[in-house]
């Protein structure tokens, strides 16, 4: 059974910088694709930043600011998280998946989701 465990979340003033990590465990992730999805109160689960074989990409909203990175050998993802605003302000998922990265629908793991918090 595979498991995801995120880390790393909490309360930062705007413009600071929080890092998250993801760790799995039951199996290998090395050939799935891997990301991050956010979800605010109030709103939809929404794509953030996605890597795979075929490099990275992310979120328009967050372009320049995010950064998605991966330890295959540690079996993790991470996400570095600069100039936060009020908008970051989300419960911040995990995702793995063998099809699409960047859709919901096409995650086959989740991890519990941390919370990150961005004051004004």
Do not use: H
């Amino acid at each position: 059974q595979v498991q995801l465990v995120e880390s790393g979340g909490g309360l930062v003033q705007a413009g600071g910088s929080l890092n998250l990590s993801c760790a799995a465990s039951g199996r290998t992730l090395s050939n799935y694709g891997m990301g991050w999805f956010r979800q605010a109160p109030g709103k939809e689960r929404e794509f953030v930043a996605g890597i795979n074989w075929a490099g990275t990409i992310t979120a328009d909203s967050v372009e320049g600011r995010f950064t998605i990175s991966r330890d295959n050998a540690k079996n993790s993802v991470f996400l570095q998280m600069n100039s936060l605003n009020a908008e970051d302000t989300a419960v911040y998922y995990c995702a793995a998946t063998m099809s699409n990265i960047q859709s919901i629908r096409a995650v086959e793991y989740w991890g519990q989701g941390t919370q990150v918090t961005v004051s004004s």
